[in-house]
């Protein structure tokens, strides 16, 4: 099993912390034109909020695992409800990486694998190296061009 | 055959000419007003441009409309059907007859006295039908749609045509004299050009479905009869006036001003009633004119259906393109013994934004289960249920929600002054029944070739999904699920009628037996890709075809 790239924990605290942010600015509004909201109050619910976000995000990393299995790409991933995808090589559609821009800031990348399934039909590796996200890509292309059976769909 | 360019019916080109004539006709008029209205132009100048506008405009949209018919073309080649359309920017799409899912014919009212009708051709790709020919003569449209499957079926046969002879000797035991007819060579079964009824929807059945289908779409036909067929000043605000005069009887208010909070539950309640009971007729007539007269008939590998009063659809399955089948039930339908089958392809039907269609609308479930059996090759299913910790789950669930209820009564007794809110404590003792029915109605089979899912009460939901058509597998578990040792698999398939329906997930086992039967979909998977290598023929008619 595969960890992501430990370097997207601040990647994701800095998501968090931009939401703790952003409560603030919203409580702030609230506090200027509604009703008074308690400075201290204020602070403690950004700091609570930021705390949580952290925590989140850190065990959102230790949760994340991924593998390249024999026959599937196999996800193991989420802090509320943890989720374990099997995505048969069969079924990979085609393959991308990306590279959004806060991502690029962090020198990470994503690979997103899309299935004709109906709701999960894309499935997203985030926290990879841009080089490891490459080779994965490749791997993949590679199986699943491989493994072509039958038609998807 | 060569392939030959058509147009649509002449007709047609008369309307789109019509159409874009009374579009260009109304555009100066839109322009004038806005120019009268902002820039304040003289009104004797508007309506001399008026005068010379209008009819140029009329003209361009007419020569538009007439243009974009004769540039609308379309064509059945040897591989793909070709639409070319396109007035200023062209647009050339070529469909291969591998990918097309199903093909739907439609006709209206006005639409079947003219003779057209409306030809739908989709494929999985793309969030929307492919190709709408609007419109052909309808025995044009048939015409398309059996030769679109003749060559699928001629396409298909070149790619493998050696791979399926051996495949046909036994009548699975399974097999029902009523569904399937004796077996033939393949070869002959593709080439056959007639049809076989496979159901035929007969008028005790057809009430049946009237009488127990529920379709909350049509609470929208009581406010549109209200809004339309009222006098808006004859009632108090939104509510007309008959509604007042039934609720006076049992205790309503005289106006919704000043009354006392209980009057005007009561107020509601009869509203409410009054609203469920006239969206039911309503829903009974929409089943009625839409299912009446429903055929189901096999030809070759495809299923052909056709339905309806005034409008009538009908089109083409190919057996092959099938993802699952579902067999829909509510209580209500259960008390009757009867049920309905639903088959879903990854293209999008008329039926609804997601590719289903319904293969038997509402027959008796012994009958259903018969003719699950025929399509699917799947055996009665014996189904295991979810883990008794499940039940506890959902009564904890239920519970709460109720308190909730409870809860909020209180609340609006504290603001209104509505007496009796203790009264609302009745929801928390139906949480227990509720719990017990979503725990009892779930269940799922395990089969040799198929996964069978159950799930739901008030619309009862039994997926068969061959396990070639899995897509993905996933096992779920939130907070909750893990304190418990339990998990949900979601079994996805890429069936396009999970956009509008959950997609198949068994609810709440045991977490060793979630992660044993991902395993074992997983392999099953792999194996049937396997076995189904070259062999691509996918769910047919005939239980004994696969190997």
């Known amino acids: 099993m595969e960890s992501l790239h430990p370097r997207v924990r601040l990647l994701w605290i800095a998501q968090e912390a931009l939401a703790a942010i952003a409560l603030g600015v919203g409580l702030a509004a609230v506090d200027r034109w509604l009703v008074d909201v308690p400075t201290v109050a204020l602070g403690v619910v950004v700091a609570l909020g930021f705390v949580l976000g952290v925590a989140y995000a850190v065990r959102r990393y230790g949760v994340w695992r991924f593998e390249i299995e024999s026959d599937a790409l196999y996800l193991e991933r989420g802090v509320v409800t943890f989720v374990e995808t099997a995505v048969p090589f069969v079924r990979v559609q085609h393959v991308d990486t990306q590279f959004g821009p806060v991502e690029r800031v962090f020198g990470l990348s994503s690979v997103v694998v899309y299935t004709a399934g109906s709701r999960n039909a894309d499935v997203r590796i985030p926290g990879l190296t841009p080089e490891r996200a490459e080779r994965i890509q490749d791997t993949l292309r590679q199986l699943a061009t491989e493994s072509d059976a039958t038609d998807a769909v | ?547």
């Not at chain 2, 396997?530 to 696969?546: I, M, Y």
Request: glycine share 10%.
């Open chain 2, 1 to 547: 055959m060569a392939s030959e360019t058509n147009r649509l019916h002449p007709l047609s080109g008369a309307m789109m000419a019509l159409r874009r004539g009374f579009t260009g006709f109304s555009i100066p008029f839109f322009l004038t007003g806005v120019g009268s209205g902002i820039l304040g132009i003289d009104a004797d100048l508007t309506i001399d441009l008026l005068f010379v506008l209008s009819p140029l405009g009329f003209v361009v949209g007419v020569g538009y409309g007439l243009a974009y018919y004769y540039r609308f073309t379309y064509a059945l080649t040897a591989d793909t059907f070709d639409v070319t359309s396109g007035v200023l920017s062209r647009r050339a799409r070529e469909i291969p007859y591998r990918r097309v899912q199903n093909v739907d014919v439609s006709q209206g009212i006005v639409q079947r006295l003219l003779g057209l009708a409306v030809v739908s051709i989709e494929t999985a790709g793309g969030g929307s039908t492919e190709a709408t020919l609007r419109f052909v003569g309808s025995d044009e449209a048939d015409r398309i749609r059996s030769e679109i499957r003749r060559r699928t079926a001629a396409v298909d046969d070149a790619s493998d045509a050696t791979e399926r002879s051996a495949a046909t000797d036994s009548l699975s035991e399974t097999a029902d004299e009523d569904v399937v007819e004796p077996q033939r060579d393949n070869d002959a079964a593709r080439g056959d050009r007639s049809t076989t009824l496979l159901f035929e929807l007969e008028v005790g059945e057809l009430l049946v479905y009237a009488a127990t289908a529920f379709r909350w779409g049509a609470a929208v036909f009581p406010i549109l009869l209200v809004t339309l067929f009222l006098d808006p000043d004859s009632g108090a605000g939104f509510l007309p006036d008959f509604v007042f005069e039934t609720a006076r009887s049992v205790g309503g208010p005289e106006s919704i001003d000043g009354a006392p909070v209980d009057a005007l539950l009561i107020l509601a309640a009869v509203a409410a009633l009054q609203w469920f009971v006239a969206t039911y007729v309503a829903s009974a007539l929409y089943t009625i004119v839409n299912y009446y007269g429903f055929q189901l008939g096999r030809q070759g590998n495809d299923l052909l259906y056709e339905r309806g009063l005034l409008q009538r659809y009908s089109g083409s399955i190919p057996t092959d393109k099938i993802q699952s089948v579902t067999i829909t039930d509510n209580p209500l339908q259960r008390l009757v013994g009867y049920a309905g089958l639903w088959i879903e392809t990854a293209g999008y039907g008329p039926e609804s934004t997601g590719g289903n269609q319904s293969a038997v609308p509402m027959a008796a479930e012994s009958r259903i289960y018969r003719f699950a059996t025929a399509l699917t090759g799947v055996d009665r299913p014996d189904f295991r249920g979810a883990s008794p910790l499940a039940r506890r789950r959902y009564l904890v669930r239920y519970s709460l929600l109720a308190v909730g209820v409870v809860a909020l009564a209180f609340g609006a007794s504290r603001v209104t002054g509505l007496e009796r809110w203790y009264l609302a404590a009745v929801v928390v003792a139906a949480a227990p029944l509720a719990a017990h029915l979503k725990y009892v109605n779930i269940g799922y089979h395990v089969g040799d070739d198929h996964i069978v899912i159950r799930r739901g009460f008030w619309r009862r939901r039994t997926t068969v999904i061959p396990y070639y058509r899995v897509q993905t597998l996933s096992t779920r578990r939130s907070i909750f699920q893990r304190r418990l040792g339990l998990a949900s698999l979601v079994v996805d398939t890429a069936s396009s009628q999970t956009f509008t329906w959950s997609e198949p997930t068994i609810e709440d086992i045991d977490l060793e037996t979630a992660r044993t039967l991902h395993e074992t979909c997983g392999e099953r998977l792999q194996t049937a890709l396997r076995e189904r290598a070259g062999d691509d023929v996918g769910l047919s008619v005939e239980p004994g075809n696969r190997p």
